[in-house]
Nanobody, 120 residues
Framework: HVQLVESGGGSVQAGGSLRLSCTHS????????MAWFRQAPGKEREGVAS????????YYVDSVKGRFTISRDNAKNTLYLQMNGLKPEDTAMYYC??????????????WGQGTQVTVS
């Protein structure tokens, strides 16, 4: 069982930046997908960025390309989401997920508790 703990959310003005972190316990596999999702009130959960641990290019939803960067520190078992140029439409609860496929939320086996991002 993998435990995921997100941090780094908060309130920021439009154009500002935040960095989300997701620290997780060790996983039995060397290669698996991790992703950031977000969910705004009344909307479906949306994949934002994904990264294949063990190699591969990151993927981003079109609305965040050029503004968000997903990365991972293997030594710290921590996944990051650097968010620059934040817009009010980025306001949502952000979730870290592990062991799934791309942006298919129902495919992920492990989820964090979420961290709120509010852009005004």
């Amino acid at each position: 069982h993998v435990q995921l703990v997100e941090s780094g959310g908060g309130s920021v003005q439009a154009g500002g930046s935040l960095r989300l972190s997701c620290t997780h316990s060790a996983y039995k596999y060397d290669s698996y997908c991790m992703a950031w999702f977000r969910q705004a009130p009344g909307k479906e959960r949306e994949g934002v960025a994904s990264l294949y641990v063990g190699g591969g290019s990151p993927y981003y939803v079109d609305s965040v390309k050029g503004r968000f960067t997903i990365s991972r520190d293997n030594a710290k078992n921590t996944l990051y989401l650097q968010m620059n140029g934040l817009k009010p439409e980025d306001t949502a609860m952000y979730y870290c997920a592990a062991d799934g496929v791309g942006f298919i939320a129902r495919s992920y086996n492990y989820w964090g508790q979420g961290t709120q991002v509010t852009v005004s």
